[in-house]
């Protein structure tokens, strides 16, 4: 409020009050240019933004007998209805220091009920329930309380070094989980390798034995188709003696090879068993 000349005053637009004409509520002001008479008339104005208040550290006891300190900061607002900002005058005296008290006393009685692991965690938690019994008893002094949030949780020396003690632990145990972990798949992964490159090698040989037997299968229809033409030619070209002596070569060429011979009662059959390709000529008597 701002007084302008004698009985004129201003209240800004943040500002809402009272008048009251010899110590009796007359009426609500709202923000703007007004008029009193002295001495008769007195104006309470209040300030209707929001205030930043801190809530002290002090130590509360945890359900499970640890005390630690906290404390938390609030924003806390006189509501502007007229009925509100009676009430702030009326109902209360210091609404500043009373809100205050009131969060320090329920601020304890909400870490009372939670142990030391759990208020850790529960922040928001405990300030939504601060927040929702502070409005409850504020409702009754014209008070709006905005917001509450939880500063600081502070444990004792030696809890924090058992935590941290605690902390470190699970972290190496993680690290060797994820070590042991990181060794299996690789273990995994090289026996995959090994038994892919073992199966590329055993397909390679038998690939290999194949090419080999068809090779070798080859080579000999090319003998066994060569012994056959000369073998004709012997019987068609050469007589007597004369075709003797040339199955008698053949045979020789044959023996010379590891080959197979059939005797007869004929005498020496130039039929070959060469590998497992039977060729067989029927013998003919020398003319």
């Not at 201003?10 to 008479?37: A, C, H, N, W």
């Not at 030696?158 to 060794?183: P, V």
């Amino acid at each position: 409020m701002r007084t302008i000349i004698g009985p004129l005053y201003t209240l800004q637009p943040y500002e809402r009050g009272i008048r009251e004409t010899l110590g009796k509520y007359d009426r609500f002001l709202m923000s703007g240019l007004g008029f009193i008479v002295p001495f008769f008339q007195k104006i309470r104005v209040r300030d209707i933004r929001e205030h930043t208040m801190d809530i002290p550290p002090q130590p509360v006891i945890t359900k499970d007998n640890v005390e630690i300190r906290v404390d938390g900061v609030m924003w806390v607002r006189p509501q502007s209805d007229e009925e509100s900002i009676k009430r702030t005058f009326y109902n209360i005296d210091n609404w500043k220091r009373a809100i205050i008290q009131l969060a320090m006393t329920n601020l304890r009685q909400e870490f009372g009920d939670l142990t030391l692991d759990e208020s850790l965690i529960a922040r928001e938690k405990i300030a939504n329930n601060l927040q929702r019994v502070l409005n409850q008893f504020a409702a009754d002094w014209g008070l709006v309380v905005s917001k509450v949030e939880i500063m600081l949780i502070d444990p004792p020396e030696d809890i924090k070094h058992a935590m941290h003690k605690q902390k470190t632990a699970e972290q190496e145990r993680r690290a060797m989980r994820l070590l042991a972990t990181g060794e299996f798949e690789a273990s995994e992964q090289q026996k995959l390798a090994a038994i892919q490159r073992a199966e590329g090698e055993s397909q390679a040989i038998i690939r290999r034995a194949e090419g080999e037997r068809e090779a070798a299968i080859q080579v000999a229809q090319g003998k066994a188709e060569a012994i056959r033409l000369v073998n004709e030619a012997a019987q068609k070209y050469f007589q007597g003696n004369a075709q003797m002596l040339k199955q008698l070569e053949m045979t020789e060429a044959s023996l010379s090879h590891n080959s197979k011979i059939v005797i007869t009662e004929h005498g020496i059959s130039p039929t070959l068993l060469l590998g497992s390709l039977p060729v067989t000529n029927k013998p003919e008597d020398a003319q």
